[in-house]
């Protein structure tokens, strides 16, 4: 009775008579063994789910960080899990752990943070190709759980981001600029062809600026009164010439008018003698002895 032994369904057991691993593997169910000469080793076929501690490591790009992950494997072969390796699990972790880094020191930052899947099929590659032949342990998954950075990096790393983010904006705003410019102009060639259209899109302004419900008054100018003026400037250009040819002669050629002033008399109730009686403006005349 003490012989017989029970396998559940997610697990596979091995013999071992005399220390020697006996050829076969027993299947789930009940199964005898000789309770004298033998050993029953059972061996869990489910997957695990190992973490990964924490690993500080530095980046291609010289940038330090710490990077955990989670680590999916389960056994394909139990004779090789028992017989070539002490302690599989406690195995499993190590391997996960130095791979981490390894892949940690060759791959960028940016690598890390943007191309996860990437990331996470290398190390599956590095963490089986140990593993799966000698131990008989497939990995069927390896997943990077978290990425700390330093708090230097995170500010900067946030400032490039408002910077790229304030570029696009602008960007974004110019052409719309742009954009809105072109259809300006050809708005503007349009309304040139027929002054009525640009007198009804005045209107239209004074009729949205009244909707407001605000104080401003809003005087709209005829545009037939500024063509008018806009003719009439040609014309004013060419007749100041003319008036103002005498500053534009050389200062030889003008003449000089001469101003005659009228000859000025006394009144009648002034009587002195005969030179009292000579206009002011009158040449003096001389004494006969003189």
Request: zero cysteines; glycine letters at 4%; proline letters at 8%.
């Amino acid at each position: 009775m003490f012989g017989f032994k029970i396998i559940t369904q997610y697990e596979r057991g091995i013999v071992f008579r005399w220390g020697k691993a006996l050829p076969g593997i027993r299947q789930p169910g009940l199964n005898w063994v000789n309770p004298f000469s033998d050993r029953l080793r059972k061996v869990n076929m489910q997957i695990v789910v190992a973490t990964v501690p924490s690993q500080e490591a530095i980046t291609r790009d010289n940038v330090t960080l710490k990077v955990d992950a989670v680590v999916y494997y389960r056994v394909v072969d139990p004779v090789k899990a028992i017989i070539n390796v002490q302690n599989y699990a406690f195995a499993v972790s190590q391997v996960a752990q130095t791979s981490l880094r390894s892949v940690i020191g060759q791959s960028d930052m940016d690598q890390l943070l943007s191309e996860r899947d990437k990331v996470n099929a290398h190390l599956k590659d590095v963490i089986d190709e140990p593993t799966e032949q000698p131990w008989g342990i497939r990995v069927e998954r390896v997943e990077v759980k978290d990425v700390s950075l330093p708090e230097s990096m995170k500010r900067s790393m946030s400032r490039q981001a408002e910077a790229e983010r304030e570029r696009r904006a602008r960007i974004i705003s110019a052409d719309g600029e742009y954009q809105a410019s072109k259809k300006l102009a050809q708005a503007a060639a349009v309304m040139s062809a027929d002054p009525a259209a640009l007198q009804l899109r005045l209107l239209q302004t004074v009729v949205e600026v009244a909707a407001e419900k605000n104080s401003t008054l809003v005087m709209p100018v005829p545009v037939e009164l500024l063509r008018f003026f806009d003719r009439a400037a040609p014309a004013t250009g060419q007749a100041r010439p003319e008036a103002v040819g005498i500053e534009d002669a050389p200062p030889d050629t003008v003449e000089v008018p001469v101003l005659e002033v009228p000859a000025l008399a006394m009144p009648a109730s002034l009587a002195a003698g005969p030179a009292q009686n000579a206009p002011l403006n009158g040449a003096p005349k001389t004494p006969a002895g003189v």
